[in-house]
């Protein structure tokens, strides 16, 4: 039976115009939350400068003999400028759905839904710093290279092993009694390791009938029972079994302006007719006394 209308060569139906655009989600971590964050550096190897008083006691005698002394030394850390730019034709989008979305004239100087996209953007780069944290970048070693035994960490006792439910509270606690004891007193110690051994450590909390154990705020950190060690979960780390713990002010994150860190723009560019995207920022890492962490040097 003909109804009118011959459709048969028009593909079936889809709305792409209802949900409008979303931004994918990304896994964004906080370990810049918990570090120190200094601003105002420009681009090579600066110093963090360290400071160590020796205070030793003996029997009260007469006359005068020095023993003690103040030490001075340095740690470099390097700063790395960095950079992202994406060159985008808008005039490629009239063909697909979004012209709907688009100004009627020849101007291109406008692309739809720019602040969603620009919020993935802001994720993405977020996402790309906590790498930069854990990794660094080219030679530049980051946290995962300068925390370790070699260069002076505490060893984690035991037999480092990957986390899985039946073993991950105890490699954590194990980790955690290797942190050096001048700093076990501190408010700001934290143990960083990949989602996939968060989530081995909270079903290991679970197994050991210690779900009831309060998380500190946010999805991202709990406090590791027993302890005032803050797991912290750090996307840098995804697919590594490594995993350090220690006193999180005595890393060091160097920017050069503290806001470069979200700061980006999309601007048009007439001469070329394209919308470009550019965003540039510093940034280095560096750890005060490695002495004083722990790490289970693992891969």
């Known amino acids: 039976m003909a109804y009118g209308f011959d459709i048969t060569a028009l593909p079936a139906y889809t709305d792409q115009e209802s949900l409008g655009l979303i931004s994918k989600v990304v896994l964004k971590t906080d ?9 105002g550096f420009t681009s090579g190897t600066v110093s963090i400068n360290l400071v160590d008083a020796d205070l030793p006691v003996t029997a009260l005698s007469c006359g005068w003999t020095s023993d003690g002394e103040v030490t001075y030394t340095q740690v470099p850390v390097t700063i790395e400028s960095l950079q992202s730019k994406t060159e985008m034709c808008v005039e490629d989008l009239r063909s697909v759905y979004q012209s709907a979305f ?12 720019e602040e969603v996209i620009s919020t993935s953007y802001s994720d993405k780069l977020r996402k790309y710093n906590e790498g930069f944290l854990i990794n660094g970048f080219g030679t ?20 480092p092993a990957a986390w899985d439910a039946s073993n991950a509270l105890e ?14 007193d501190r408010d700001d110690l934290i143990m960083v390791v990949s989602p996939d051994a968060y ?6 909390l679970v197994a050991a009938n210690l779900y009831h154990y309060n998380s500190v705020e946010g999805n991202e950190i709990i406090l590791l029972p027993g302890t005032n060690c803050k797991v912290v979960k750090s996307s840098g780390l995804v697919g590594s079994n490594y995993k350090f713990a220690g006193p999180g002010k005595m890393i060091i994150a160097a920017t050069g302006l503290t ?11 007439q001469a070329a007719d394209v919308m470009k995207f550019r965003a ?3 940034m280095g890492v560096g750890v005060g006394q490695v ?3 722990a790490t289970n040097d693992m891969a």
Do not use: C, H
């Not at 070693?141 to 037999?159: E, V, Y």
């Not at 806001?259 to 560019?269: M, P, Q, T």
């Open 199 to 204: 989530r081995a450590l909270t079903r290991a």
């Open 171 to 184: 490699q954590a606690l194990d980790l955690y009694d290797a942190i050096a004891e001048e700093v076990k």
């Open 140 to 159: 530049t070693d980051g946290l995962k290279d300068q925390i370790t035994s070699a260069n002076g960490a505490q060893l984690q006792a035991g037999t």
């Open 291 to 293: 002495n004083v962490f």
């Open 280 to 282: 540039a920022w510093r």
């Open 31 to 39: 370990l810049l939350d918990y570090v120190d964050l200094r601003s």
């Open 102 to 113: 688009m100004n009627a004239g020849t101007g291109n100087d406008f692309i739809p839904f």
């Open 259 to 269: 806001d470069e860190l979200d700061s980006f723009r999309f601007f048009y560019d």
